[in-house]
């Protein structure tokens, strides 16, 4: 166990390097360790690179505060946001990137009204929803959280709620505040300010401890996430990650490569061979995820639920942490929101605006039961973000009902295009790029018939074949 966790290297910049000595691995060895390592590397990478550019990039657009303070959005998020793929644009965010190492954070939350949902999700370094505050959980009356890292050994406070540990010495809170219009956005803005991030010491009144040593974050490559590349930033991250006991047998695996906490990786002093070996497993591991894709999650045989949770609900598959990492990181758990995409139509093609329209019907008494709301938000196929429309409109959801049409028989339809359909049908309309895209729908505090499977999700049915 790493007990100090590489804090001795934590200078570490982005340029320097150690060669080929740690890569042991004869060739056809290293493009099936690549593989696993690819997979299993991936959503800790893609996490640090939001980590740079929320908190600690401050020239970043993205930027949201420093370590270990809070940053609020009082917006919803729109086609102008990038820090990450598949954004909610249902509840505005608040951010808190957390720094363990010397003490742990409490987290005071306000108590709200109780028709209104907020969360914070507690997410490690490996993507890992590891524990969750708010109105499922904790409910609405508000208390103090501690977050502590995994080598913490001090006394709780009598006076805290509740502590949480997590299993890295980086961690992120993002808290989800809904917004049930533009009118009610002074309403989110008031909750936010009551949303508050202080240190262990600062709480109690104690003189604080030592500061940890610093660190040199590097820069993100353009390439970082899908090339050899990674393995140089997975190494930085796995410093701030205790190693498990269930994964040291992984991990000296993954040595032979030249992967370890803390430890350099310059791809530049690998020989030819060495680096074909890794770029093949990079390609390995994409095809693999292709063909999951195909099967599994385009036909929902597999879910959101699946994918985003604890470690022991993982349950080691690494394939589904990458999933979830891919198409929309820092997904909940399945217990606080069900998540059903729609990638393809009824006929198992990819969704397409430039070549269909497309409507989603609901019958009557079917609306996805959810206790808190749903929504359905529309992605560009190729970015992955909200799609500027001429109705800033990204998604509809259960708090738009009483301005939606619903059909003669009491029915819901979507009209789900590039083109406005008309202003009979412009309050259905959920605007789609023209090209490819999916959709999200987001079921918050999903009710017991979505995990049985009573409730059955309608499917996107194309109309108007475009020449």
């Not at 604080?208 to 040199?216: I, R």
């Not at 497993?281 to 292709?290: H, L, Q, R």
């Not at 349950?315 to 393809?344: C, D, H, P, T």
Request: charged content about 20%; aromatic content about 12%; hydrophobic content about 35%.
């Amino acid at each position: 166990m790493l007990k100090t966790v590489g804090y001795g290297v934590m200078a570490l910049s982005a340029s320097c390097g150690v060669g080929a000595q740690g890569f042991t691995a004869d060739p056809q060895e290293a493009r099936a360790i690549a593989k696993e390592a690819y997979l299993y590397g991936f959503p800790v990478v893609e996490m640090y690179k939001t980590l740079y550019t929320q908190a600690i990039d401050s020239k970043s657009p993205n930027y949201k505060a420093p370590l270990n303070r809070i940053g609020n959005t009082a917006k919803a998020f729109t086609a102008k946001d990038t820090a990450f793929v598949t954004p909610n644009a249902d509840t505005p965010y608040s951010f808190v990137w957390m720094d363990l190492r010397a003490e742990p954070l409490v987290l005071t939350l306000p108590p709200i009204e109780e028709h209104r949902y907020y969360s914070v999700q507690l997410i490690d370094a490996y993507t890992q929803n590891f524990a969750y505050l708010g109105t499922r959980s904790t409910g609405n009356k508000g208390g103090h959280f501690m977050i502590a890292g995994p080598d913490w050994q001090g006394q709780q406070p009598v006076n805290i709620d509740r502590m949480v540990r997590s299993e890295s010495n980086i961690a992120y809170a993002l808290y989800r505040t809904q917004l049930f219009d533009e009118k009610d956005l002074t309403k989110v803005k008031q909750i936010q300010q009551g949303y508050k991030v202080e240190t262990l010491s600062h709480y109690v009144k104690q003189k604080a401890p030592a500061p940890s040593a610093k660190v040199d974050w590097p820069k993100p490559a353009p390439t970082m996430s899908d090339t050899p590349d990674l393995f140089r930033y997975l190494n930085f991250m796995l410093a701030f990650t205790p190693a498990q006991d269930v994964e040291k047998d992984l991990l000296a695996r993954f040595a032979t490569i030249g992967i370890g906490a803390g430890q350099p990786f310059e791809l530049k002093k690998l020989s030819a061979e060495q680096r074909k070996a890794l770029e093949d497993g990079i390609s390995d591991a994409k095809a693999e995820f292709a063909a999951f894709k195909k099967s599994k999650v385009d036909t929902h045989q597999v879910t959101s639920g699946d994918f985003f949770g604890t470690r022991d609900h993982l349950k080691g598959n690494y394939l589904y942490r990458y999933a979830g990492a891919n198409m929309g990181i820092f997904g909940n758990s399945a217990e606080e929101a069900n998540y059903i995409g729609y990638f393809v139509d009824k006929d198992g093609q990819p969704a397409d605006a430039a070549k269909h329209d497309y409507t989603l019907h609901f019958a009557k008494g079917a609306l996805p039961p959810a206790d808190a709301f749903w929504s359905l938000t529309m992605y560009d196929g190729k970015s992955k973000l909200l799609v500027a429309n001429p109705l800033d409109r990204y998604l509809i959801n259960s708090r738009m009902l009483p301005d939606l049409k619903l059909d003669a028989d009491g029915g819901l339809t979507l009209y789900v295009q590039h083109s406005n359909p008309g202003k009979d049908k412009q309050a259905n309309w959920l605007p789609a790029p023209n090209g490819p895209f999916y959709g999200i729908l987001r079921l918050y505090l999903p009710r017991p018939e979505v995990a049985s499977g009573e409730w059955q999700m309608p499917l996107l049915t194309p109309v108007n074949a475009k020449p």
